[in-house]
């Protein structure tokens, strides 16, 4: 006999569900996921399948022979990570690496809290920092694009990240000569001198497109992605007054992992915020911190790294800004 569940009004049922909204997610990637396709070729995919496969795979035997649950594969949660781990890493990450990757992004960053829904840090943003820390040398190799057939031999170059670092550090703006210029940022074509960064930073229009598409199906809401947009290009603007080393406001929101981690990343149901107040002082926490470790860091990039602390700082942002309550004057 099944039990009854009765609960007070109000009652409300929707369409929403969460494979619903986690597909939707993944369809809102196919054009990152194109991009870095055409712009990287053979390495690109071998990336893509592995962390795919390794992804679903270390859920699958975590769930069946540790858990004992039915699988948890078909909700989309574990692809959805593994396309994020894939386009977190540069094009000729050894195939070993990327399956190092995938297991801590799902057996730690995911499975060892529970699983979905009880994860308090972003999986692929785990396994991709874990990476970092313990390879940094192979994870800041970046190929250039263009080079469709080659995977570990490919020519590699300085991403624009790096060269906005350098600029920083020698205090020389003219080591930010061989930047591309905004547009070419946009459509993710950078010139054969500069290197183009992991699989999804090729192009910050593929992203946005993918923004368009879940704000329009209402999978996420404008909150925390713009409040992060709009924190880096006002800081960045101001310290661009202060002196030409920073670079441009438009160059600090078009390079590196800032759009895919703010469209793609930061908006992750589970580890940000529940009210809309509370998701705009996340995002723009993460741009304040993003700012200063791109600036003033050791590593040229700090949106994984930023988004991941303000996941620790989520449920302390949920206990002090919470939903209004119903009936309440």
């Known amino acids: 006999m099944q039990k ?14 969460t494979q619903r909204n986690m597909y939707g997610v993944l369809v809102a990637l196919i054009p ?4 870095a396709l055409f712009s990287y070729g053979l390495g690109a995919l071998v990336v ?43 094009s000729n990450l050894p195939v070993w690496m ?11 960053g995911k499975m060892t809290f529970g699983g979905l829904g009880c994860n308090p840090f972003n999986p ?18 970046w190929p250039v694009q263009q080079q469709w057939l080659n995977y570990t031999d490919a020519v590699t170059a300085a991403t624009p990240l790096s060269l906005m670092k350098k600029a920083i550090v020698k205090g020389d703006m003219s080591c930010l000569d061989g930047m591309p210029d905004s547009w070419h940022l946009l459509i993710g074509q950078t010139s054969n001198s500069v290197g183009g960064g992991a699989l999804g930073e090729a192009c910050a229009l593929a992203i946005l497109i993918g923004l368009v598409y879940m704000l ?11 409040s992060i947009l709009v924190t880096v290009a006002v800081l960045s603007g101001l310290l661009h007054l202060c002196s030409d080393v920073y670079a441009s406001p438009l ?15 930061a908006t992750d149901y589970v580890t940000s915020p529940m009210t809309h107040r509370g998701q705009i002082i996340y995002g723009i926490s993460i741009g304040v911190l993003t700012v200063v ?14 988004i991941l602390i303000m996941n620790g700082f989520t449920p302390l942002i949920n206990h002090y800004i919470k939903p209004q309550r119903y009936a309440k004057a």
């Open 32 to 35: 990152v996921v194109a991009v």
């Open 4 to 17: 009854l569940i009765v609960s007070f009004s109000p009652h409300a049922h929707g369409n929403d569900s």
């Open 251 to 265: 160059q600090q929101l078009l390079s590196g992992g800032l759009m895919l981690g703010a469209v793609f990343m």
């Open 48 to 90: 893509l399948l592995t962390s795919i496969v390794a992804c679903l795979l270390t859920e699958w035997v975590i769930t069946k022979y540790l858990l004992h649950r039915p699988s948890t594969l078909n909700d989309g949660s574990a692809l959805i990570t593994a396309v994020l781990l894939a386009l977190n890493l540069p």
């Open 293 to 306: 470790i791109r600036c003033w860091g050791s590593y040229p990039e700090g949106v994984s790294f930023a």
């Open 216 to 226: 329009a199906r209402r999978i996420i809401t404008w909150h925390i992605p713009v």
């Open 98 to 108: 990327v399956i190092v990757g995938a297991v801590v992004a799902i057996g730690v």
């Open 124 to 141: 692929a943003l785990v396994g991709r920092c874990f990476l970092l820390v313990s390879f940094p040398a192979a994870m800041t190799t």
